[in-house]
């Protein structure tokens, strides 16, 4: 059994610290962040209202999956994303280098830290994607999911292998692929393009691919059917707000949908731009290398999946600016790639100066980044208040404000949190309790209790 020295041992700390210090960030703010108008649905019901999601919403499998995770309670959701968003920064380190972190050194640090860094504060919505119940579920669970498979092709690209090939492994390879041609409507084509493009690979190198892997190409090709041809994407191009939408002409959506490529750029910290810099001025210096070196192949890669995926969205009515989550991280493997391979070239560890000037910004803006999440939170725990006050006394119902959300130090990082209380209906029903009066209210209505006989 390999020793570690007290060096190595140091090391190992320093790894395990900022594991848990970043798992620690991921769950106080999902603590912070209150339910939404997502998770009011009645718990014991969670696979009937999947089915009826599918049928008129939204047909993702991550819409099952945070059913789920609610029927069970807030709590295994605090308990579970900062596991998989801490996990989903391994995957994307693993994913570039093609190996596991030098747990004995610091050597690895700057990478990581600069990954870490980036997942929080250079992805589309951050509180929607990463700390809202239904929107991390949907968008950062499943790109973990989705950086799992694109590790796996990574290894058997490279002729290594992370599970043998067997029946068993088929079929729950078969599964994985359904469940990733599920995920959305960015990243499920895309599964279905790299398959593609990895097989055609493999068959023009004169390679065998292990049977698991036409499996998973096999239920991505089912996935991809059942999430394209659900009722929901009918129904919803079908409602009155969007009816104009489907009539436009292609020149129009195209010319529409810049404004929203623009705020991914800078939502995403103008990353694409820095890339494409470094690729070009790379493959400039050095032609031939570049053409054939693996890393600058697969940042040129994913920095064209990322715009793919980008422009993509221009067929989508109104896309949220969270629905360019996965993009975002496109763009941050092809920029961790790009310096991966410029460093190599230059002999310089860009990381370093990297993480240097992310923490310089982290640390600058960190204060009103996490305020209007504390002043959500406080507001929130004044109307639970209110709620248990109102039950406690007999009341039929209660008078409660409406959340505000304080301005964050950008749009990018300013909540766009959507308030149950605005569907009084909704609320009501979640809390057996009527909400009235949800809108801006003065301060002497804040918290009256009416007085009459509580409703069924």
């Not at 380190?93 to 990581?112: E, G, H, S, W, Y």
């Not at 292990?210 to 991505?220: E, I, M, R, V, Y």
């Not at 940042?299 to 360019?324: I, Y």
Request: hydrophobic share 55%; with cysteine.
């Amino acid at each position: 059994m390999e020793r570690f020295s007290l060096k190595n041992l140091k090391a190992l700390n320093v790894w395990i610290l900022i594991s848990v210090l970043y798992a620690a960030f991921i769950f106080l703010f999902s603590f912070l962040y209150p339910i939404g108008g997502d998770e009011i649905f009645p718990p014991n019901y969670y696979l009937s209202s999947y089915f009826y999601s599918y049928l008129t919403v939204t047909p993702r499998v991550g819409g099952l999956l945070a059913l789920f995770i609610l029927s069970l309670g807030r709590w295994s959701f605090l308990i579970l994303n900062p596991l998989v968003l801490t996990a989903q920064a391994f995957l994307i380190f693993n994913v570039i280098f093609n190996r596991r972190m030098d747990f004995k050194t610091f050597k690895d640090l700057p990478a990581f830290i600069l990954i870490l860094i980036f997942c929080v504060f250079a992805v589309a919505q951050p509180d929607q994607t990463l700390f809202w119940i239904s929107g991390a579920i949907n968008y950062s669970w499943l790109m973990t999911a989705f950086l799992f498979f694109l590790l796996i092709l990574r290894k058997t690209y490279g002729g290594g292998e992370l599970f043998k090939d067997s029946f068993a492994v088929r079929v729950i390879m078969f599964f994985f692929g359904i469940f990733i041609g599920m995920t959305n409507e960015n990243l499920a084509p895309m599964a279905f393009v790299i398959c593609a493009l990895f097989g055609s690979i493999f068959f023009l190198q004169k390679r065998k691919l292990p049977q698991w892997f036409w499996w998973f190409a096999a239920g991505t090709v089912i996935g991809l059917a059942l999430l394209f041809s659900a009722p929901a994407h009918h129904n919803k191009l079908n409602l009155s707000i969007r009816s104009g939408f489907v009539s436009l002409s292609l020149k129009v959506k195209l010319s529409n949908h810049l404004e929203y490529l623009d705020n991914f750029i800078k939502f995403n910290l103008f990353l694409p731009i820095i890339t494409f810099l470094c690729l070009f001025f790379t493959g400039y210096d050095n032609p031939k290398t570049a053409c054939k070196n693996e890393d600058f192949l697969l940042a040129l890669f994913f920095w064209a999946t990322a715009f793919a995926t980008a422009f993509v969205l221009f067929a989508v009515p109104l896309p949220p600016q969270r629905a360019f989550y996965a993009c975002s991280v496109f763009s941050i493997l092809a920029f961790i790639f790009a310096f991966k391979y410029a460093g190599e070239i230059y002999k310089i560890n860009f990381y370093k100066y990297f993480m240097t000037a992310a923490l310089a910004a982290v640390i600058f803006i960190i204060t009103p980044f996490a305020y209007p999440y504390f002043n959500l939170y406080a507001q929130s725990v004044k109307r639970e208040r209110l709620i248990k006050q109102a039950k406690m006394s007999g009341a039929a119902f209660v008078y409660a404000p409406a959340y505000y959300v304080l301005k964050g130090p950008t749009d990018n990082f300013t909540m766009n949190f959507f308030d149950a209380a605005m569907t009084e209906r909704t609320i009501s029903r979640y809390y057996r309790l009527e909400i009235r009066n949800s809108g801006k209210v003065s301060d002497s209505a804040v918290g009256l209790i009416g007085k009459v006989s509580p409703i069924i």
